[in-house]
């Protein structure tokens, strides 16, 4: 369900590449490209660890965010698939024009 959306912009950005290089020229296209996948920023702070039930709600008092998020286990698990995902999954957008 995850690797899915891989899929799904795989599929949908075929046809909107060439349309936008059309549109746009290659610099305008690659712009609204890096808009488009800049957006994950937002699905990506969703992937934080949750409270305990014992800890008081609100921001933790002894570490930053950041720094509680790097040494969460499975956030970091989640994040090298990710990564050995787009190292493996090569689409090349930018050459279907």
Known sequence: L?????????????????????T???????LLLAAISFNLVAAGALLRP???PSE??????????LVRLLRHGPFLRYSLVFVLVDA?????FVHGA
Do not use: E, F
């Open 2 to 22: 995850v690797v899915s959306g891989a899929s799904i912009s795989g599929l949908a950005l075929g046809p909107l590449v060439p349309l936008l290089l059309d």
């Open 24 to 30: 746009y020229g290659w610099r305008g296209a690659l």
């Open 50 to 52: 949750l409270p305990v």
């Open 56 to 65: 008081p709600p609100g921001p933790p008092r002894d570490q930053p965010g």
């Open 88 to 92: 493996g999954y090569y689409v090349p």
